[in-house]
């Protein structure tokens, strides 16, 4: 393997939230499951209410999805990033408080 190869493996390695991949991937496919469910749901004309409660376990789902990986992303990568430098540390401070706006959008 020559060294750029070494380096990029190590980078896609590094994600917070790699450890737990197969845990995350698992229920992203149930959750894709739900929302094919929702609109079958849709297509046999089910009632209004049926369906916005499973919209809203697929929204929960997913919350608990981010919350996760926001988790990852702090214990993991900010505080490397922070080891690494004040400055490294704060870019990555912003990033994830970027991505607790968009979550609450």
Request: net charge negative.
């Amino acid at each position: 393997m020559s060294e750029t190869t070494d380096a990029t493996a190590a980078l896609v390695a590094e994600h917070g939230y790699t450890s737990d991949k197969a845990a995350y991937l698992r229920r992203l496919k149930r959750i894709e499951g739900q929302v094919r469910g929702i609109a079958r749901m849709v297509d046999e004309d089910a009632y209004c209410i049926d369906i916005l409660t499973q919209v809203a376990a697929v929204n929960k789902a997913l919350h608990a999805v981010s919350l996760g990986l926001l988790e990852d992303h702090i214990g993991h990568c900010v505080v490397n990033a922070a080891a690494e430098s004040p400055e490294a540390g704060g870019a990555k401070v912003k990033e994830a408080a970027d991505a607790i706006g968009r979550l609450l959008r």
